[in-house]
């Protein structure tokens, strides 16, 4: 980890700063994406849109994360999701092409990669075990662990998309565990 700590230090050296507003776009749907940010400060979050308007939040990254359509931007092809910063925020942006640089000169950069892979694959199947086996109750649990203090950050409707319910049901499920002093 201290390794990975020293790399994400270095990476700021090759990177450029760049401040985001709230609601300002990183990676936008249907664009072929050619850059990674690293989150300093602030939150984003991924976000899917359906032809009738309708968000699905696919994850929250906050501090510390990195951000990148990073399938659509290995293969060249449009992202099928949206990066949003969700409040100011700022990060330290790298082009693809820079990134690529820094690992055909030094095999350290494929080891941060791997830890960045490594995680979201977690996130990724500990999100996919959720759907499949919690009700919308204990999945809202689940992304108070998760997310500490997130709840205060986020507007309800984002929460609730990335719940898979409407913001009416985690109203309800709130008042219920206010009521009972889970939350």
Request: net charge positive.
């Amino acid at each position: 980890m201290k390794n990975i700590l020293k790399l994400i230090e270095e990476l700021e050296g090759q990177g450029k700063r760049k401040v985001y507003d709230q609601k300002q776009v990183f990676v936008r749907e249907g664009e072929i994406p050619n850059k990674i940010g690293f989150i300093k400060k602030g939150l984003f979050r991924y976000y899917y849109l359906t032809n009738e308007g309708k968000e699905f939040t696919k994850v929250f990254m906050k501090e510390g994360d990195i951000i990148s359509s990073y399938t659509s931007m290995i293969s060249r092809e449009k992202s099928y999701y949206t990066i949003e910063a969700i409040e100011k925020s700022e990060i330290i942006q790298i082009s693809l092409h820079q990134w690529n640089k820094l690992r055909r000169i030094d095999s350290k950069w494929d080891k941060l990669l791997i830890a960045f892979l490594e995680k979201g694959y977690g996130i990724k199947e500990k999100r996919e075990r959720e759907f499949l086996l919690l009700d919308s109750e204990n999945r809202y649990k689940a992304f108070l662990e998760e997310y500490p203090n997130l709840e205060n950050r986020v507007r309800q409707h984002m929460i609730a998309s990335y719940l898979g319910i409407t913001p009416i049901a985690l109203s309800r499920i709130r008042r219920k565990m206010k009521h009972i002093n889970l939350c």
